[in-house]
């Protein structure tokens, strides 16, 4: 049946509901735990790695230096030439440091806040703005609520938001940055162009303006099409903004998780800048963890290959999530969901004003969904309409199973808003 709800008699919505709460509550009982809340690797996907953990490493990098002892603050060059080919950056622009990049991300904003950049006040207490593009990533919202940076939010369309709008904001010196995922944004695919990005690099904004660059899944390609990233750092420096961008990578969703090596590309400029504070912080990164994943991958040759892999697992996941979708919501009329070519979410539309609706009936069903909300600063969607979706870690049955069950949420959901209107 594929009548949308909004054309259904009174009667037949309301049969629909007690069938549609029959299901929920077939699902309750059931008792299953299943969880698709984040984009966590899938134990197939780290097993893909598995001779990490057992493979020789030299005590010694190929500029000399023992990896083992302290120093060294821009990592090795073994990995940063490898992840400066994949990402279009000459290898003096990249440092490599520990496991996560979101550490590095904060670590940039605290430095700002605390020291301030490019010899401009620090953002401690002038009420500092960052421009939020939503649907965005939680993580990156809660790092500025948590050193109260306000969040303006805009609309993130089918090549990134609008450039005008950003312009405009960005014209306010009270603004200091942006948040950024250029391809397979999270949670929606989307891919930034380049009409896009050149605008973000040339519009006018505060010296100490930076845009916070994460191409968290860059190499995470779900098809045959597989679109490099761009060459944002030379495209800033074309624009006469060269300190413009932090450009932000990691090995997280490509090797172990937990323990990987992050990367950070940059301008001279805000390399000094970065170090100037991180050497405070700590004596230097993790090198044997670097030289390990440097001759594990080989070289960026390696890095695809191993992405051809984790392909091979993933992509049959988005592929059941599209298809249950289909089957389930299409032509209902109350949900609409984006089909990314690379990345690790789905972004599920529901009827607008249901969205926290549909993950509490989720929860009682024991299918645990990011927050309602959780796609926008401060957890609140205005349209309380958005969902994202993590098909990664769970198996096929168990996706599966929580799949049909979000679709009965949606439907049951979307009856209930119409029967009480």
């Known amino acids: 049946m594929t009548t949308p709800l909004t054309d259904l008699s009174h009667d037949d919505l309301s049969a629909l509901h007690e069938q549609l709460s029959s299901e929920h509550a077939e699902l309750v009982a059931r008792g299953v735990r299943l969880d698709i809340t984040r984009g966590k690797p899938s134990s197939a996907q780290l097993d893909l790695n598995a001779d990490l953990l057992t493979m020789d490493v030299p005590a ?11 120093g060294g603050k821009r990592g090795l060059p073994e990995i940063r030439r490898i992840f400066g080919e994949l ?6 622009h990249i440092i490599a440091a520990d496991n996560s990049s979101l550490s590095i991300m904060h670590d940039l904003a605290m430095y700002a806040v605390v020291h301030g950049i490019a010899g401009e006040k620090p953002w401690f207490g002038r009420n500092v703005k960052f421009i939020a593009p939503v649907p965005g990533y939680d993580r990156h919202f809660v790092i500025c609520e948590h050193l109260g940076i306000e969040m303006i939010p805009v609309e993130l369309g089918e090549h990134g938001p609008n450039v005008d709008e950003v312009a405009r904001l960005a014209a306010d010196p009270s603004v200091k940055g942006m948040w950024v995922v250029p391809m397979y944004a999270n949670p929606n695919g989307v891919i930034y162009d380049e009409q896009t990005v050149r605008a973000l690099m040339s519009m006018p904004a505060a010296p100490d303006f930076r845009i916070w660059w994460d191409n968290a899944y860059a190499l995470h390609h779900l098809t ?26 990691s090995t997280s969703k490509i090797t172990f998780a937990g323990d990987g090596v992050s990367f950070l590309a940059s301008s001279k400029a805000n390399l000094d800048w970065y170090f100037d504070h991180a050497g405070i912080r700590s004596i230097g990164p993790d090198k044997v963890n670097q030289m390990r994943h440097a001759k594990y991958l080989g070289d960026a040759e390696g890095v695809r290959k191993l992405m051809g892999a984790h392909r091979a697992i993933l992509a049959p996941k988005f592929a059941l999530v599209d298809d249950i979708l289909t089957n389930r919501l299409g032509g209902r009329g109350v949900a609409t969901w984006t089909h990314p070519s690379g990345g690790y979410f789905v972004t599920l539309d529901v009827m607008d004003g249901t969205a926290a609706r549909v993950v509490s009936l989720a929860k009682e069903a024991g299918i645990s969904l ?12 205005p349209h309380d309409r958005t969902i994202r979706l ?4 769970p198996g096929m049955d168990e996706l599966r199973e929580a799949m049909e069950g979000v679709a009965t949420c949606v439907l049951l959901a979307a009856a209930d808003k119409l029967l009480t209107a």
Do not use: C, K
Request: charged share 25%.
């Open 370 to 381: 990011t927050p309602a909300g959780a796609s926008h600063p401060l957890g609140h969607d």
């Open 390 to 393: 993590a098909p990664s870690f």
């Open 87 to 92: 990402l279009g950056v000459d290898v003096d």
């Open 224 to 249: 045959d099409a597989e679109p490099a990233p761009l060459p944002v750092l030379q495209w800033a420096e074309e624009a006469g903004n060269p300190d413009r961008v932090f450009e932000l990578a």
């Open 60 to 70: 010694h990098a190929e500029d000399g230096q023992d990896i083992r002892n302290y």
